[in-house]
């Protein structure tokens, strides 16, 4: 009983906050303010109706990445004014990043009197003007059909944020590093069961174990200043920087992805996938990894990436990163360029999300949570 009541009162203040706290009120009213004053003319309007709080599941990332995508394929963002969603805009680090871009609002897609496309949770919402309508479904499956489309992982919205491109400056012979593993080795977060028990994979820390076994100390290095490493030439084998010991800046963090060939990409804390293998492939790193099939179209071993299926096959992999000609390298890492262009680059989603013959179709958010 006294759960149910906790679970109860938390839902009543989830509901409410919107409509008495200051900051999710003056949110709100400043998101309202904008109307459609910052549209250029001729953009097209792409149209967010919003009502489920889930929407702002994982600190904002959904919204953040979908309307960043949106707004980088030439879209002009109109939001319609549901309070739950609208409000956090003020409370949520994430969404709040999005507070310098054009953006507008309405009350309702009925007030749209223009064609325009769509993206809603409400299934029964068809506004006249409507060109095509994406229908947003949170639950946790994968696509049935060619009428529904999986949200990707996009790179972090703190990293997208900060840097001015997606393409670092390619370094003309060897990188400096051949192998490099950036990221929080916390054992408590990053040994947990469910990645071992619900998706068969080695999890992050088993991960390094294995590394650490396989590569001598004498290759490892464990970097103590950031930015001296990233400022050096120095070649080294294997490059590990544990966020607690040494913190990448955000704004450098596609420098330091950069810098190596390999990047072992382990699991996130509850899930397999994580920001870092998109942010890899984005800085042309070849990414050595056990989900692979998680990506959308999925990553190829031996084409865009390394694949492993248990610690053995993983301690088998890291030996071959140490043998590769630069040729076998560069053609790998060409591969890598070559997939993230055609499907992760800034825009590339949102055009695909209303391309084709499709007028109505089902955006799925947690495809990628389903094991494979």
């Known amino acids: 009983m006294r759960v149910h009541f906790g679970k109860s009162l ?49 600190g904002g ?8 995508d949106l707004i980088d394929a030439g879209y002009f963002p109109v939001f319609t004014a549901r309070r739950g969603t609208l409000s956090t805009f003020g409370a949520s680090a994430l969404k709040s990043l999005l507070l310098s871009e054009r953006m507008g609002v309405v009350q309702s897609p009925n007030d749209l009197k223009e064609p325009f496309f ?14 095509r309508i994406i229908v947003v479904d949170y639950e946790w499956r994968m696509c049935h059909n060619s009428n529904e489309i999986a949200f990707p992982f996009f790179v972090h919205p703190w990293i997208a944020k900060g ?58 290095y464990k ?6 490493w990233l400022a050096s030439p120095e070649f080294r084998p ?12 955000h704004n450098r963090w596609l420098d330091a992805l950069a810098k190596a ?39 190829q071993d031996r084409v865009n990436c390394l694949a492993f299926h248990n610690a053995q096959s993983l301690n088998d992999v890291l030996h071959s990163v140490f043998s590769m000609s630069v040729g076998e390298i560069q053609t790998l890492r060409a591969n890598v360029r070559s997939h993230y262009d055609a499907h992760l680059a800034p825009g590339r989603f949102a055009q695909r999300l209303f391309c084709g013959s499709h007028d109505r179709r089902i955006l799925l958010l947690n495809d990628y949570r389903v094991p494979r």
């Not at 001015?164 to 947990?192: C, I, V, W």
């Not at 970097?223 to 001296?228: N, Q, T």
């Open 10 to 58: 938390e839902a009543a203040v989830r509901v409410s906050r919107p409509f008495l706290l200051p900051t999710y009120r003056r949110a709100f009213s400043n998101m309202m303010a904008r109307g459609l004053d910052q549209r250029r003319e001729g953009e097209r309007i792409v149209c967010c109706d919003f009502s489920n709080p889930s929407i702002d599941a994982v």
């Open 61 to 68: 990332r959904y919204y953040f990445s979908l309307v960043r």
């Open 118 to 131: 769509l993206i809603t949770d409400d299934a029964d919402t068809t506004p006249e003007h409507a060109e």
């Open 163 to 220: 840097v001015q491109s997606f393409h670092p400056p390619e370094n003309p012979g060897r990188r400096p590093a051949r192998l490099f593993f950036g990221g929080n080795t916390e054992p408590g977060k990053y040994d947990k069961d469910v990645i071992r028990d619900v998706y068969s994979m080695l999890s992050r820390r088993e991960m390094l174990d294995v590394a650490d076994a396989a590569i001598p100390q004498d290759k490892t």
């Open 223 to 228: 970097p103590g200043d950031a930015a001296k």
């Open 238 to 249: 294997f490059v590990f920087c544990e966020t607690q010991h040494c913190k990448i800046p």
């Open 261 to 299: 060939d390999f990047f072992l990409a382990c699991p996130g804390v509850g899930m397999p996938l994580c920001h870092n293998v998109i942010e890899a492939l984005a800085a042309g790193n070849i990414p050595i990894l056990q989900y692979g099939a998680y990506l959308s179209p999925p990553l």
